[in-house]
């Protein structure tokens, strides 16, 4: 009988700690979207150009890890993650494509990486603080062009 009432125990405990795990990460969003289109910039424009960025934070919580695609698009000059809600222009926080400059229309994989503290370093703020803004709906990202230095496509994070 004993035995039998340590087995029970025993399960009851790894069923309590197994459900605890689980609630410790319920509600925490840990993967981000956007879809990038002229109609998104400040300004919205009439282009052929569209994207996707995807990022996800990695299990620490100490990175996000990003995929940036691009279609149809011509002269990139950079993509960043920039501070503001939709409709209004804000300052980019952090690089995902620093260049160089491509030349011509690019279609595919423009960009891919790891952002951690170090690369938020001259923002200003903490990843945390990012974080905050993005699940806040106060980020998004933009993809500067010759024709375009403020964005030709752009989407807010979510």
Request: glycine share 12%.
């Amino acid at each position: 009988m004993l035995k039998q009432s340590l087995s029970i125990a025993s399960v009851v405990s790894v069923a309590a700690f197994v459900l605890l795990i689980g609630l410790g990460s319920a509600g925490v969003r840990r993967d981000f979207a956007a879809p990038l289109s002229g109609r998104s910039v400040v300004e919205p424009i009439q282009t052929e150009a569209f994207g996707q960025v995807e990022l996800r934070l990695e299990a620490d919580g100490r990175a996000l890890t990003y995929r940036l695609v691009v279609g149809n698009i011509e002269n990139i000059r950079s993509a960043h993650i920039h501070l503001a809600h939709a409709g209004i222009e804000g300052p980019a926080v952090a690089t995902l494509y620093p260049g160089p400059r491509l030349e011509g229309r690019f279609s595919g994989l423009l960009a891919e990486g790891r952002l951690d503290a170090a690369d938020l370093a001259g923002s200003g703020m903490s990843l945390d603080q990012l974080l905050a803004e993005i699940r806040a709906g106060c980020a998004y990202v933009a993809i500067q062009t010759d024709q375009r230095l403020s964005g030709e496509i752009r989407g807010q994070l979510h």
